[in-house]
């Protein structure tokens, strides 16, 4: 089973929208001190983002509620443990949340290995090798080859005159802080897909029994008007409209079947299973309750996980344009060496014999082509963009919300009528049946009812689904959470899991 690198509650970088783009404005003022017309122009779009913040309403415009946070237990509401049962076997098999977590990991690693930067590099070398050496002694040519053994040390360290190492830790921090939450946004994603798909395949399944039943109904009008036939009541129009629509019938069955296959399919990806379409359920689509808003626009800045990723992006970009102004300014390294060499090997570890050397370096970039100004002008158009991209995504957020709790009211308004209209249709095609028997009505009277009849059922059963996927689209909005139960769900409900796996 895949482990979270931390838990999804954690992944929040900044408390609040103000808070965030306070912490970035210094970080981009800083980098913006060469370039006041850059500054200029960020302070200008920071202020407009704040403004548009500060002029949130207390409450969400399309239902004019301003309830509680919601919690984790959103599964709940759809009483349906089979449901909860394939969320926690896809947040524990799903491959892209495996790929996620291990880039997640990996973003970790780099953090670690910034903080590393903050530390002395040391290093060790050992050396063994020979001299020769050529004599002329009385005429005759001599060599003498002596052994050469050496031992040394390195180290340096840079010191954090401005805080340029510092702030490579805090960037790397702030993607790794980004990382997490791209991780939550993946689960929480997931969980939401796993509900829609398994909603997707209720609504297949329960069109398909009603392509079934309309078969049975399309055959009864078929026999009725062949014993019509035969006793000369109906003539071959009557009997071949009944059998093209039989025929019909059973195409929709066909086409019924198809898509309830491929809905079995998606829901098996997302579970990390082999495809094999073997995943069935009983087509029954939860009955809801009425929608009771949770939270406000400025609650959600601090929930959904999506945000919190860009607030992270929106600190590292900041983070970057003071970096690219801190490589302007001077370094100093210091760096430190001993090392030994010797003809004997037992003399490499003597003291008297090494050498040592210690020192400090100060580098200034005098001229780089323009290169250093261009990185910086690039980092702070780049922090710019995430602000932006900031502002983009938390509009985005808000419209997902409004538009989730519109929906649902209409949508619980269309399955009421609908309901209605599916009553009367079925009324209306039991009463033409009669009628039809009797032989006061044409057939086509008795197949336009059933059509009707069909149609609505269909409807009905459309509408009902839509306004379950809506409901999962209004959590997943709202930035919801994982819910809790879904990992003691295999645990505790095993039975619930069996019935969701094969016919």
């Known amino acids: 089973m895949r482990r979270r690198i931390r838990s999804p509650n954690a992944v929040d970088l900044v408390t609040g929208m103000k808070k965030s783009l306070l912490f970035l404005g210094s970080a981009m003022l800083a980098a913006c001190a060469t370039s006041p017309d850059a500054a200029e122009r960020y302070i200008d779009d920071r202020d407009a983002l704040v403004e548009t913040v500060a002029g949130a309403p207390a409450e969400w415009a399309a239902y004019g509620v301003a309830g509680k946070a919601p919690t984790g237990d959103w599964l709940s509401q759809f009483n349906d443990p089979v449901m909860q049962t394939l969320v926690a076997e896809a947040l524990a098999a799903n491959p892209t949340l495996e790929s996620r977590a291990a880039l997640t990991r990996a973003t970790e690693a780099l953090t670690r290995a910034a903080r590393g930067a903050r530390l002395p590099s040391l290093s060790a070398s050992a050396s063994a090798g020979g001299t020769s050496t050529g004599l002329d002694v009385a005429g005759s040519d001599e060599r003498f080859n002596d052994p050469l053994y ?97 025929a019909g019938a059973e195409a929709t069955i066909a086409a019924r079947r198809q898509a309830s296959t491929e809905a079995s399919r998606r829901l098996e990806v997302l579970l990390g299973r082999y495809p094999a379409a073997e995943l069935t359920s009983n087509g ?17 800045l601090s ?19 003071e970096e690219a102004r801190l490589a302007m300014l001077p370094s100093l390294r210091l760096s ?60 985005t957020a808000w419209r997902e919300v409004e538009d989730a709790l519109t929906a649902d009211v209409l949508l619980a308004q269309q399955e009421a009528a609908q309901g209605v209209a599916f009553e009367e ?71 619930a899991e069996e019935n969701g796996r094969s016919q």
């Not at 029954?284 to 959600?300: H, I, V």
């Open 150 to 246: 050496g031992l040394g040390i390195e180290a340096s360290w840079e010191m954090d005159l401005w805080g340029r190492v510092s702030n490579g830790v805090a960037q790397a921090e702030a993607d790794y802080a980004a990382s997490e939450a791209d991780l939550a946004a993946a689960e929480l994603s997931i969980t939401a897909q796993t509900a829609i798909a398994w909603i997707r395949l209720n609504e297949a399944l329960e069109q398909e029994r009603i392509a079934l039943l309309s078969y049975e109904a399309r055959d009864r009008v078929l026999t009725i008007t062949d014993r019509r036939v035969r006793s000369g009541v109906a003539g071959p129009l009557e009997l071949r409209t009944a059998r093209s629509t039989l």
């Open 284 to 300: 029954t689509l939860p009955q809801l309750a009425a929608l009771e808003a949770e939270g406000n626009p400025a609650l959600l």
């Open 303 to 321: 929930r959904r996980p999506d945000i919190a990723a860009l607030e992270a992006r929106v600190v590292a970009a900041g983070l970057r344009a």
């Open 336 to 395: 430190g060496s001993a090392s030994t060499s010797s003809t004997e090997l037992k003399d490499i570890v003597d003291p008297a014999l090494v050498a040592a050397r210690l020192v400090a370096g100060l580098a200034q970039p005098l001229f780089t082509g323009g290169r250093l100004k261009a990185q910086q002008d690039a980092a702070i158009a780049q922090a710019q963009s995430s602000v932006a991209n900031y502002a983009s995504g938390v509009l």
């Open 425 to 495: 249709a079925r009324y209306a095609e039991e009463l033409a049946e009669r009628q039809y028997v009797s032989g006061t009505i044409t057939i086509f009277n008795l197949i336009d009812a059933q059509t009707r009849r069909l149609t609505a059922e269909s409807q009905l059963v459309s509408a009902r689904a839509s306004r379950a996927i809506n409901r999962v689209s209004y959590h997943l909005a709202l930035g919801g959470g994982v819910p809790v139960l879904a990992a003691n769900i295999v645990s505790n409900e095993p039975d």
